[in-house]
T-cell receptor, first 114, second 113 residues
């Protein structure tokens, strides 16, 4: 079955330190990959996406992600975390047989401590 | 653009009542998606439309749920009769095509007592 996994329910990091939020997927073909962020009582906001091209994708708020086809991963990274980055992060992948649809991971809560 | 608009933002109702959630997608977007978010099940796609036509409703939980899109600027998700297990946050999202970002509305928090 096609799926996306976020292995960590929560990631804790000190402000100023680099952060990584992990995402792996199991989709045949060449998927489209997305990262979204959700702040409390808000809808999901787009951060970045990989469709094709350069494996390193840069997005909003200083975030970036690297598409690794051999490891089927699309980890979200930021060189220096801010307290304001604390939120719920979702990885999403399109289905190979229907690229209209996205399946979302279970989400990773990022907590950045001052 | 104002973004995706959803109403109401909060809805509290009693079991057995009919609930109607509303969504206005971003102008020019051909796709509209309805999602449900719960702690237990995460974010689930319920149904999506392309050019006002329902394409995939395989995520609709049961016959109590129905969705319509009478025109390009309006969609409804109806639950009749509602049950406590329907309590969740319901999101609407829209985009131009399958490579485009899905833009989410603020959600409707539904509580069924």
């Amino acid at each position: 079955a096609q799926s996306v996994a976020q292995p960590e329910d929560q990631v804790n990091v000190a402000e100023g330190n680099p952060l990584t939020v992990k995402c792996t997927y199991s989709v045949s073909g060449n998927p489209y990959l997305f990262w979204y962020v959700q702040y409390p009582n808000r809808g999901l906001q787009f951060l970045l996406k990989y469709i094709t091209g350069d494996n390193l994708v840069k997005g909003s708020y200083g975030f970036e992600a690297e598409f690794n086809k051999s490891q089927t991963s699309f980890h979200l990274k930021k060189p220096s975390a801010l307290v304001s980055d604390s939120a719920l992060y979702f990885c999403a992948v399109s289905l190979s047989y229907n690229t209209d649809k996205l399946i979302f991971g279970t989400g990773t809560r990022l907590q950045v401590f001052p | 653009d104002a973004g995706v608009i959803q109403s109401p933002r909060h809805e509290v109702t009693e079991m057995g009542q009919e609930v109607t959630l509303r969504c206005k997608p971003i102008s020019g977007h051909d796709y509209l998606f309805w999602y449900r978010q719960t702690m237990m099940r995460g974010l689930e796609l319920l149904i999506y439309f392309n050019n006002n036509v329902p394409i995939d409703d395989s995520g609709m939980p049961e016959d109590r749920f129905s969705a319509k899109m009478p025109n390009a600027s309006f969609s409804t998700l109806k639950i009749q009769p509602s049950e406590p297990r329907d309590s969740a946050v319901y999101f609407c999202a829209s985009n131009r095509d399958h490579t485009d970002t899905q833009y989410f509305g603020p959600g409707t928090r539904l509580t069924v007592l």
